[in-house]
């Protein structure tokens, strides 16, 4: 158990619809990674939020969005769902904010499917 | 843009075989992961490391900086270590950063 928790573990929604997201990082860490793992393009990175602020931002598409909360959990929205979006969604958290010398742990993933 | 390739692709050997799957990089970086992700889906980080080797179990991974290259090496393979194998990497230079990924190594040991 990496102690970051994500639900839901899966999700099946229709095209155009909006989900969310959830991740809560490990106890004590302040940085929150969002990854997708899709099977064309394999696993990218999505964004970082550190302590609140957002923090670095990948290959992430102008319908998603995220935020990371106080008590230092995150959510990222998904909207306007395309078939595309399936894939799975991975949180990590790490301690501090860069991932160069901090271990980063990941969350078991969201399944999301749309059809 | 830092690419990360991998290789092999896929990997089948037989129990107790040495296994080593190589990850290679086209600019400077601040560190290199390996992970595992299990069919069901989870990734484990396995080691992170910026310099020379590290060892956990029968688990190897080696890194040269110079050649931009690395390798995780398995030791008496059993069935359990079948999972996919992620390089990953972190870029040099200041400021926060997540990952770029290699495509992942599909590892099968057979009994």
């Known amino acids: 158990d990496s102690g970051v928790t994500q639900t839901p573990k899966h999700l099946i929604t229709a095209t155009g619809q909006r989900v969310t997201l959830r991740c809560s990082p490990r106890?004590?860490?302040?940085?929150v990674y969002w990854y997708q793992q899709s099977l064309d393009q394999g696993l990218q990175f999505l964004i970082q939020y550190y302590n609140g602020e957002e923090r670095a931002k990948g290959n992430i598409l102008e319908r998603f969005s995220a935020q990371q909360f106080p008590d230092l959990h995150s959510e990222l929205n998904l909207s306007s769902l395309e078939l595309g979006d399936s894939a799975l969604y991975f949180c990590a958290s790490s301690a501090a904010g860069r991932v160069v010398g901090n271990t980063i742990y990941f969350g078991e993933g969201s399944w999301l499917t749309v059809v | 843009k830092n690419e990360v390739e991998q290789s092999p692709q896929n990997l089948t050997a037989q129990e107790g075989e040495f296994i080593t799957i190589n990850c290679s990089y086209s600019v400077g970086i601040s560190a290199l992961h390996w992970l595992q992700q299990h069919p069901g889906g989870g990734i484990v980080s396995l080691f992170m490391l910026s310099s020379g080797k590290k060892k956990h179990g029968r688990l190897i991974a080696t890194i040269n900086i110079q050649e931009k290259h690395s390798s995780l090496h398995i030791t008496a393979s059993h069935p359990r270590d079948s999972a996919v194998y992620i390089c990953?990497?972190?870029?040099?230079?200041?400021?926060?950063?997540?990952?770029?990924f290699g495509k992942g190594t599909h590892l099968i040991i057979q009994p």
């Open positions: 106890s004590g860490d302040l940085s």
């Open positions: 990953a990497v972190s870029y040099s230079g200041g400021g926060a950063d997540g990952l770029t």
